[in-house]
């Protein structure tokens, strides 16, 4: 894989205590955090993307099946806690948060405006749900022609039959899915 370490980006995507609690035990986090030292040592930017809403989720609509189901549950619920990154991927100071109100990295984020001014033409995607916020993120980076690279072994989804088929059929369709482990050799 030919990369410009200048004009790439790793995200790290839903990495939230409450999210991670939602998929399988295993190697996934300490891929991230694999994938996060590597950006770092190579000083590729490390872009964090949360979904988080304000207090009573007043950006829910009710026609949102997918976000419209949890609003009742998470009612009473500090939405400065619940999108914090979890501790063992956690941002160091300086490096960007971005808050997404839906399931793409960009839908009510301010996530490409971030891209442009860090001059960001390539994004090497991670993070839960590969079949949530990895598909809609590369469906949409794809369509804006970003260049995209999945590391496969650090997404996750509840759903493993379902991650196989989009990272071994789908995503190769617009992006290359290497291992962490391909991605620290460049």
């Not at 995507?13 to 190579?42: C, E, Y």
Request: proline share 4%; hydrophobic share 45%.
């Amino acid at each position: 894989m030919e990369t410009n370490k200048a004009n790439t980006a790793l995200l790290v995507m839903d990495m939230q205590t409450t999210i991670l609690k939602m998929v399988p035990a295993g190697n996934f986090a300490d891929n991230v955090q694999k994938a996060i030292s590597h950006a770092r040592s190579n000083k590729i930017p490390v872009i964090y993307v949360v979904v988080g809403f304000r207090a009573g989720m007043p950006e829910v609509s009710p026609n949102n099946k997918s976000f419209s189901s949890i609003r009742e549950r998470m009612a009473g619920v500090n939405m400065e806690e619940w999108s914090k990154v979890d501790a063992s991927v956690a941002p160091v100071p300086g490096e960007v948060i971005v808050t997404k109100r839906r399931v793409s990295a960009f839908a009510g984020s301010d996530l490409e405006v971030v891209l442009r001014a860090m001059g960001i033409h390539h994004m090497v995607l991670t993070g839960i749900a590969t079949s949530g916020v990895v598909l809609s993120t590369l469906r949409e980076a794809a369509d804006k022609d970003y260049k995209l690279t999945v590391l496969a072994d650090a997404c996750a989804d509840a759903d493993e039959e379902v991650h196989r088929v989009l990272t071994t059929k789908v995503f190769p369709r617009q992006a290359e899915v290497i291992t962490v482990e391909d991605w620290s050799k460049i």
